[in-house]
């Protein structure tokens, strides 16, 4: 389920992005806090809860999730780009 609500949040986030005006510095401290709680979670152990057969990729797990964190910096900025572009047509 937190996974189900978490993808539905970045879809809803995509979908409204092209409504809301911020710059770079705003989307790098967003990039930031990600990163900061990233790090708090795996660092000090306090990621949310995983079944006993992945306590093993805990990792695993942790590789992912900053992934998906510097893909969410990535598509912001490419929704912003294609924004741009298309307001200047």
Sequence with gaps: ML????LGMALEALLYVRFM?????AALAAFGWLLL???CDYHYGIYP??????????PAVRT?????SIFSLLAVWLAQ???R?????
């Design 3 to 6: 996974m189900a609500s978490h």
């Design 37 to 39: 709680n990233d790090y």
């Design 81 to 83: 780009t294609l924004g």
């Design 85 to 89: 572009r298309r307001q200047q047509r």
């Design 49 to 58: 809860y995983l079944p006993n057969a992945l306590e093993n990729d805990v």
């Design 21 to 25: 005006a911020f710059g770079k510095l």
């Design 64 to 68: 992912f999730t900053i992934g998906l």
